[in-house]
């Protein structure tokens, strides 16, 4: 039986089709980076690795407008210490949501198990 469809079957053959693609002339598509809060142990906020001063949300709320600069809608990256309390955590992103950025990562590191 599996003779008789072996012999029975067409097997369809491809045939790799030729293309000329067009030429685009421009400037590259840039890649903006990622707007990087991090937040340490103690609970102490950083900006693109600048240090926000004073620890209230308004302040962090326009260190961050400042760091995004025109961009109306970055990636944003939050890096907390594993020992940062929960709160700081929030705080950051409610400042996020409060400045309208909504496009936001957290960044993790691997357990090496």
Do not use: C, W
């Not at 590259?28 to 991090?38: H, Q, R």
């Not at 209230?56 to 309390?85: F, M, N, Y």
């Amino acid at each position: 039986l599996l003779i008789f469809f072996m012999v029975t079957t067409t097997f369809n053959r491809e045939t790799q089709l030729q293309i000329v693609l067009p030429e685009a002339s421009g400037e590259e598509a840039t890649i903006a980076e990622p707007l990087n809060v991090s937040i340490d142990a103690k609970g102490q906020f950083y900006v693109n690795q600048h240090q926000v001063i004073n620890v209230d949300i308004e302040t962090l709320k326009k260190a961050i407008r400042q760091a995004a600069g025109d961009d109306s809608d970055p990636q944003i990256v939050v890096s907390a210490d594993g020992e940062t309390s929960h709160q700081s955590v929030i705080t950051v992103l409610d400042a996020l949501s409060q400045v309208g950025f909504v496009h936001v990562t957290f960044a993790t590191s691997s357990s090496g198990k």
